[in-house]
């Protein structure tokens, strides 16, 4: 399977993790996203891609910039409560 296969395999599943993960936190004017929310995506497809498997645990999700090239200070993802139930999509 090729990366871009992987990817579209992925990605469905990670945007569903990460909606759940937004539910309740207050969205940011420029994007309509909770601040972290593509961090996140692309911390947890660029994990799926490299182990084929679910993050587990706390995992902290790196610093990032905003628009305004303001940094973002990094955070701590809970990812047992957050994949809780969801399946990952088999590699064929």
């Known amino acids: ?3 871009e296969q992987k990817k579209a395999l992925y ?3 990670v945007e569903q993790i990460v909606a759940g993960w937004a539910i ?5 004017e420029a ?3 909770p601040s972290g929310y593509y961090r996140l995506s692309n911390y947890l497809l ?6 084929n498997t679910f993050p587990k645990g ?4 790196p610093e990032g910039r905003d628009r305004h090239n303001n940094i973002e200070p ?3 993802v809970d990812f ?7 399946t990952l999509p088999a590699i064929c």
């Open 11 to 13: 990605q469905p599943v």
């Open 46 to 51: 660029d994990y799926l891609l490299a182990k």
């Open 1 to 3: 399977m090729t990366l």
């Open 31 to 33: 994007t309509g996203k």
């Open 80 to 86: 047992d409560s957050i994949i809780e139930g969801i």
């Open 74 to 76: 990094s955070f701590p």
């Open 24 to 28: 309740g936190k207050p969205p940011l």
């Open 58 to 61: 706390i995992h902290a999700m």
